[in-house]
């Protein structure tokens, strides 16, 4: 018989929680995933996708750091430097891919509002309309319950983390059957009832 987490959807924006940003760990970058994960239909997902030596330092975090906490303009940090180079020699930046100086300044404006915006306001979850485009904080839960970062946020997840924002909203994209083993044994309950229960706890401010 197959395990009844195995009937678990993978759908954008169903699996939520609020943790620290503190919490969510770097441990692939975009093209270090398997292939299978981008095209598996289900939440849990079996596999050495969780499985890194990798630690890097948050993603963006350095370009913000220049940014909010150096207070460079944005047009002397190393980072715009680096985007202006590839616009001259590729015709377009890499990261992200922007085609023209007009969009490279716009992007670093927008980044400007942002925190401003998290800075006085703190951190606003996506509303529905929003998410169609510009989709929440993803992360996906390793077998032994670490937090991967994966995906959409990448830049809202910076700031949060610059701007010491306590809580922050995430989509669970893809969670380790281990994992979804050791919440059926936690909690006494089937598959669906025994995550979000651990979704609860996670969101809890003691979590």
């Given at each position: 018989?197959?395990?009844?987490?195995?009937?678990?959807?993978?759908?954008?924006?169903?699996?939520?929680?609020?943790?620290?940003?503190?919490?969510?760990?770097?441990?692939?970058?975009?093209?270090?995933?398997?292939?299978?994960?981008?095209?598996?239909?289900?939440?849990?997902?079996?596999?050495?996708?969780?499985?890194?030596?990798?630690?890097?330092?948050?993603?963006?975090?350095?370009?913000?750091?220049?940014?909010?906490?150096?207070?460079?303009?944005?047009?002397?940090?190393?980072?715009?430097?680096?985007?202006?180079?590839?616009?001259?020699?590729?015709?377009?930046?890499?990261?992200?891919?922007?085609?023209?100086?007009?969009?490279?300044?716009a992007y670093f404006e927008r980044l400007e509002s942002l925190y401003t915006s998290m800075r006085d306001n703190g951190f606003q979850a996506r509303g529905p309309a929003q998410?169609?485009?510009?989709?929440?904080?993803?992360?996906?839960?390793?077998?032994?319950?670490?937090?991967?970062?994966?995906?959409?946020?990448?830049?809202?997840?910076a700031l949060a983390r610059l701007l010491e924002i306590a809580r922050v909203p995430v989509v669970i994209d893809l969670v380790h059957p281990r994992w979804v083993e050791r919440?059926?044994?936690?909690?006494?309950?089937?598959?669906?009832?025994?995550?979000?229960?651990?979704?609860?706890?996670?969101?809890?401010?003691?979590?």
């Amino acid at each position: 018989m197959r395990p009844g987490y195995l009937k678990l959807k993978r759908s954008y924006g169903l699996w939520t929680a609020e943790v620290d940003p503190r919490s969510i760990v770097y441990r692939r970058r975009k093209n270090e995933w398997p292939g299978y994960v981008k095209r598996w239909p289900l939440l849990v997902c079996p596999g050495g996708w969780d499985l890194s030596d990798n630690d890097y330092e948050p993603f963006r975090l350095a370009q913000m750091r220049e940014l909010f906490e150096e207070q460079l303009p944005y047009r002397e940090t190393a980072f715009y430097r680096r985007m202006c180079a590839e616009l001259a020699s590729d015709g377009i930046t890499h990261a992200p891919k922007l085609h023209s100086l007009e969009q490279v300044n716009a992007y670093f404006e927008r980044l400007e509002s942002l925190y401003t915006s998290m800075r006085d306001n703190g951190f606003q979850a996506r509303g529905p309309a929003q998410a169609q485009t510009e989709r929440e904080i993803t992360v996906r839960i390793a077998r032994d319950g670490d937090l991967i970062k994966s995906g959409e946020g990448t830049h809202r997840l910076a700031l949060a983390r610059l701007l010491e924002i306590a809580r922050v909203p995430v989509v669970i994209d893809l969670v380790h059957p281990r994992w979804v083993e050791r919440c059926i044994l936690r909690y006494d309950s089937d598959p669906a009832q025994a995550v979000r229960l651990a979704l609860t706890d996670l969101s809890s401010p003691q979590a």
